[in-house]
């Protein structure tokens, strides 16, 4: 028969009785100390996500055709982030398009975008 051993709660410092691996009180001890623990790494990716998907948001909303040209201006009015995007496709031209998700543009000048949307998901 296994010894009991007599430990402290990680989370709230309660004497805790038990398995020798044993380190929180209760379940809620044990999510409370690890939603602590990761936080600040969930609010950040929280706060890129909800970047990501504001992107992705505005993209569609402008291109109601599946391909459109629209001012960098007039995205960035919306809320757009330039600095945000889930992946980029390069053309054997050299063009380079920005997703976010689905819905993507291409620079075409200094002032405008064309956006479109990708089809292929393979």
Request: glycine residues 6%.
């Given at each position: 028969?296994?010894?009991?051993?007599?430990?402290?709660?990680?989370?709230?410092?309660?004497?805790?009785?038990?398995?020798?691996?044993?380190?929180?009180?209760?379940?809620?001890?044990?999510?409370?100390?690890?939603?602590?623990?990761?936080?600040?790494e969930?609010?950040?990716?929280?706060n890129?996500?909800?970047?990501?998907?504001?992107?992705?948001?505005?993209?569609?909303?402008?291109?109601?055709?599946?391909?459109?040209?629209?001012?960098?201006?007039?995205?960035?009015e919306?809320?757009?982030?330039?600095?945000?995007?889930?992946?980029?496709?390069?053309?054997?031209?050299?063009?380079?398009?920005?997703?976010?998700?689905?819905?993507?543009?291409?620079?075409?000048?200094?002032?405008?975008?064309?956006?479109?949307?990708?089809?292929?998901?393979?």
């Open positions: 028969m296994p010894t009991l051993v007599e430990k402290n709660c990680q989370e709230c410092g309660e004497k805790i009785l038990g398995r020798a691996d044993k380190k929180y009180c209760s379940d809620q001890c044990r999510i409370s100390f690890n939603n602590r623990l990761n936080s600040d969930t609010s950040l990716m929280r890129i996500n909800n970047i990501l998907r504001k992107n992705r948001r505005i993209l569609q909303e402008l291109n109601k055709t599946g391909k459109s040209r629209v001012s960098k201006a007039r995205m960035s919306k809320g757009f982030d330039f600095n945000y995007h889930t992946s980029t496709y390069t053309t054997k031209e050299g063009a380079q398009y920005f997703y976010c998700y689905d819905q993507g543009y291409l620079p075409v000048d200094q002032n405008h975008c064309l956006l479109v949307v990708k089809r292929d998901f393979s």
